[in-house]
Nanobody
Framework: QVQLVESGGGLVQPGGSLRLSCAASGSNFRIDAMAWYRQAPGKQREFVALFTSGGTTKYADSVKGRFTISRDNAKNTVYLAMNSLKPEDTAVYYC?????????????WGQGTQVTVSS
């Protein structure tokens, strides 16, 4: 099993910034990609950003130019720097990791961290 623990959410005013972190732990695993998703009240979970082991990044159109995903491979940690936050960014943000553990594919989710953008 691979466990993910997110941190860094909170309340911020419009135009402000937050940085989310997601740390993976376990044994005998390899992570091929880590990503962030979010789910606003009454809406489906949606993709936000992706970072692959090869260094490829991908963003949802709604966050391009404002959010930056990065990864510390040595710490098995992925970060999401969020700038110029808008009220519509309010959601629970979830971390996802996909790869191989003990030669079996896995996809794990964190517990989520709340981000609220409001004045």
């Amino acid at each position: 099993q691979v466990q993910l623990v997110e941190s860094g959410g909170g309340l911020v005013q419009p135009g402000g910034s937050l940085r989310l972190s997601c740390a993976a732990s376990g044994s005998n695993f390899r992570i091929d990609a880590m990503a962030w998703y979010r789910q606003a009240p009454g809406k489906q979970r949606e993709f936000v950003a992706l970072f692959t082991s090869g260094g490829t990044t991908k963003y949802a159109d709604s966050v391009k130019g404002r959010f930056t995903i990065s990864r510390d491979n040595a710490k098995n940690t992925v970060y999401l720097a969020m700038n110029s936050l808008k009220p519509e960014d309010t959601a629970v943000y979830y971390c996802n990791a996909a790869g191989v553990v003990v030669r079996e594919p896995f996809s794990s989710w964190g517990q989520g961290t709340q981000v609220t953008v409001s004045s």
